[in-house]
Every structure is written in structure tokens, then in C-alpha cells.
């Protein structure tokens, strides 16, 4: 490989793409990739949400669980060859996931570090305060509308900040919830000075970040259907990064001796799979224009990436907002052999007789015969013949804890009365953490760095 310091372009590992991904694939790019940055995207919606109520019942806790392990693998690397690490596995607490990192960083004589956290993106104040004008995405009903305790409000900031936060000389840049394509577009702005107006490199910055944020799907993941889409060596993906120019075009690869593939039909199913117009995707550095774009194969594993482009960026934040809204109860239950689908269609109807006579209250109720209409439902082609076996799953959201407690309890009552030759059934109950998303205006966000220097 070109010498970091002597090559044109800028390498930008992927190392996670979700809070549970793996830790090794990260670690053999810290190792062996030559990376001038490592980026650990771990967010979602719902993490975020439940990040923060880890935070409410103790302030110490609200980052990914993942963080030590991911640091401790990967950080000897990344300070042996001078790779930066840029990541969102702050989640509701970047501040206590930088005192953990620095902790970790002086635990392994890792020498002097400068750790930045990125803070800000917690709006749930100003939510809570104007929940009568916010208007929901999703509805156009106001935020006061829904029933249910508000536990989160995460704006979805931007490159700006972490940007920053390189220019000061951060050698790790932790954040909360920030747009995932901006912890890669990050590194860009600030290795090749684009300007924060420089709109048609920012939305071709942009493109590369999002082949990448999803880490391996990128590289085979969730590609894989055999005889049709082959993936060789599926259970050792190899993880992705980029090659970036100061134009923004980039090639995307991954290591040698690594699982999986990188290829024009795999960038294509990434770059389309989430876009809700591709000539106007909303993010909170760019507005995107994919219709240009160009995917061409320039070697085994090489896809380069040209032709996208941008618009201003939209002058209000996106959030996302936690509700806590009831209970779900869930049972599963197995019925086998000659006449095991009527048996299962009468355990339903004993159920369904148990609730009534029992006067429990449930605001929806769900009845799946997995393997047969789960998920098509109604458009699910009747089998050729009946089935020898029939898992029957009934999920039901109520108010109160208790009610969902009965649905599970009456499904484990089928044992001994109900049908004949059904299994030990499998029963929970779990909160419901609903998302919902509002915008707010960008003045109403004061986000800022912290530090802390090892």
C-alpha cells in the first residue's frame, strides 16, 4: 500500500455499522489498513432512545455498551500508524464514554491523547417546552398530541463540530446522535478545506459516506441470496473503506484475504435502499442529488464513486423523539404433527375467548402462524400440503403492564388447556419505547466540544 504520507487521497475505514456490531473486523482495519480514520457509527433511533433511559436510572451509563471493547482492540493500532478515530458510540452520554476512553488510553500507556466530545444533541428541553408548535413528521399533529412520558429528544447534527473538533487536534472524536454519514464526511471537509458552502463536493462527499455507514452491508452483507447473488466467505466480511480525493470521488474497497465482495450491483442496492428522493436527500450538511452518480468497477473488490452532487443545506434539525407508550406482551407457542395447523387455529380462538371472558385490555392484537402468513400475510401462498409443524406467535400492545402480562399468561395456560401436543410456550413482556420526529430550527441547538487530554 502508497505511503500515507505521499498517496492523494484520504482512507476512511468503516469499523461498525450498528451498537452490536462486530469488534475483530475493525481491529484488522486499525491493523492492516493503513486508515488515516477509523469510524464506529453505532446509532439508530430506538439506541438512542434507550441510551437515554440507561442515562435517567444512572448517570454514569447512556453509551454503547461496546465502547471499551472496540477501543481496547483497535487503539494500540490506530496510535502505532496515526489513525484517527471518529464515532457516535457516545450515544445520550458522550461525556462519560470520553472519561471511559481516556481511562482506557492511560490504562494502556497509549502516550498523550486529546479525546473531544461532541454535546448538544440532547434538545429534549426545548421539545418538552414547545410541545404544542412542534408539529410531527410522521402525523402533522402537534408534539402534545401523544399519550405517553417524552424520555428523549436527539437532533441530528452535523459534520460541523466533530470538523472542529479535528482542527483542534482531536485524536478521538466521540458524539452523540449525529448523522451517520456525517461522522465520515467529517474527515473530509477538514483533510481537504471544503468550504461549508461548497455544496456539489459536500453531496459528493456525501454519496461515499453513505456506501459506507452500514459498514459490511456494503461488502456483502444482506446481499447474499445463493444461485443468484454469490458472496464467498460470507461469515468473515471484511469491513469496508474509502479512498477519498479532494474532488470527493472516491474508490471503495477492503482489505485483501478478507470475506465478501465489493461490486457495482452491491453499491447500487446500498446507495438506493433508504433514499426517499434520490435528487433531493435531506441530511444536515447537504442536500443530495444521487441522479448523477456513477459506479464503476475499477478492480476486484474496487468500486469508484463520481457524479453526485448537492444543494444547501436545510435550515432546521431533524429530531428524534422517545415515548414511552404501554406494553407488549408476547407468546410463542409450537403445535407438531397430523392436524397441528387446526390445533394451533383452535389454541387461537381459546385465547381470544380467554381475553374476553377475562375483560383484558389490549389496543392491538396480533396472531401470526410463523412459516405460513407471517409476514405476507393474506398474500402468503397456502402451502401444498399441510404443515408438519406450526410456530404460533400472538403479540399484544396494552396500556398497563398487567393486561400485557395476562395475554402472555393466558398463552402459557394452553399447556394443559388447550390443544393437544403444543410445546412449552416462550412468554415476555416488554416496554414500548415508540420514535417519533419533529424539526426544530437550528438556533434552538447549542452544541459544543469538551475535552480531555490523557
Given at each position: ?352 375467548r380467554r381475553l374476553e371472558i377475562g375483560g383484558v385490555a389490549l389496543d392491538e392484537l ?89
Amino acid at each position: 500500500m502508497n505511503s500515507r504520507r505521499d498517496r492523494p487521497f484520504v482512507r476512511i475505514g468503516a469499523g461498525a455499522s450498528y451498537a452490536g456490531d462486530r469488534v475483530e473486523p475493525a481491529t484488522d482495519l486499525a491493523a492492516r489498513g493503513a486508515l488515516d480514520y477509523l469510524v464506529y457509527e453505532t446509532l439508530a433511533e430506538r439506541t438512542i432512545a434507550l441510551a437515554n433511559v440507561q442515562r435517567l436510572k444512572d448517570p454514569s451509563a447512556g453509551y454503547n455498551e461496546l465502547l471499551e471493547d472496540r477501543l481496547r482492540a483497535a487503539l494500540p493500532h490506530c496510535r502505532r500508524h496515526g489513525t484517527r478515530v471518529v464515532t457516535s458510540m457516545g450515544a445520550a452520554n458522550p461525556l462519560a464514554a470520553m472519561a471511559k476512553a481516556g481511562a482506557i488510553a492511560r490504562d494502556l500507556s497509549l502516550g498523550p491523547l486529546r479525546i473531544a466530545a461532541v454535546i448538544g444533541d440532547d434538545v429534549l428541553a426545548y421539545c418538552q417546552r414547545h410541545a404544542d408548535s412542534l408539529t410531527l413528521m410522521e402525523s402533522g399533529a402537534p408534539l402534545c398530541t401523544l399519550a405517553g412520558e417524552i424520555v428523549s429528544a436527539n437532533a441530528y447534527l452535523g459534520a460541523d463540530n466533530i470538523v472542529a473538533a479535528l482542527a483542534q487536534g482531536a485524536d478521538i472524536v466521540i458524539t452523540g446522535r449525529v448523522a451517520d454519514c456525517s461522522l465520515f464526511l467529517a474527515p473530509m471537509i477538514h483533510e481537504f478545506g471544503w468550504a461549508q458552502d461548497d455544496w456539489d463536493r459536500l453531496g459528493q462527499g456525501q454519496v461515499c459516506a453513505d456506501m459506507v455507514e452500514c459498514g459490511a452491508n456494503v461488502s456483502g452483507g444482506f446481499f447474499a441470496d445463493p444461485g443468484y447473488k454469490e458472496v464467498p466467505d460470507l461469515g468473515d466480511l471484511g469491513y469496508p473503506y474509502l479512498d477519498v480525493a479532494a474532488d470527493g470521488t472516491a474508490v471503495l474497497a477492503k482489505l485483501d484475504g478478507t470475506g465478501g465482495v465489493i461490486n457495482r450491483a452491491i453499491c447500487t442496492e446500498q446507495m438506493l435502499y433508504e433514499i426517499h428522493d434520490p435528487a433531493n436527500y435531506i441530511t444536515p450538511d447537504v442536500v443530495v442529488d444521487f441522479t448523477g452518480v456513477r459506479l464503476e468497477e475499477v478492480g476486484a473488490n474496487r468500486v469508484r464513486i463520481s457524479g453526485g452532487r448537492g444543494r444547501a443545506r436545510p435550515d432546521r434539525f431533524k429530531v428524534s423523539v422517545g415515548i414511552k407508550e404501554g406494553w407488549i406482551g408476547e407468546a410463542e407457542i409450537t403445535y407438531a404433527g397430523l392436524g397441528c395447523l387446526e390445533r394451533a387455529r383452535l389454541a387461537e380462538r381459546v385465547v381470544r375467548r380467554r381475553l374476553e371472558i377475562g375483560g383484558v385490555a389490549l389496543d392491538e392484537l396480533r396472531v401470526d402462524y410463523i412459516g405460513l402468513d407471517s409476514l405476507h400475510g393474506e398474500a402468503s401462498l397456502p402451502p401444498a400440503h399441510e404443515p408438519y409443524e406450526v410456530r404460533l406467535r400472538f403479540a399484544g400492545r396494552a396500556r398497563s403492564r398487567r393486561d400485557a402480562q395476562r395475554l402472555a399468561g393466558e398463552v402459557e395456560t394452553l399447556v394443559g388447556k388447550g390443544p393437544a401436543m403444543g410445546s412449552l410456550p416462550r412468554t415476555g413482556v416488554r416496554e414500548v419505547l415508540a420514535i417519533y420526529s419533529v424539526l426544530i430550527p437550528r438556533a434552538a441547538v447549542q452544541a459544543r466540544l469538551a475535552w480531555e487530554v490523557t
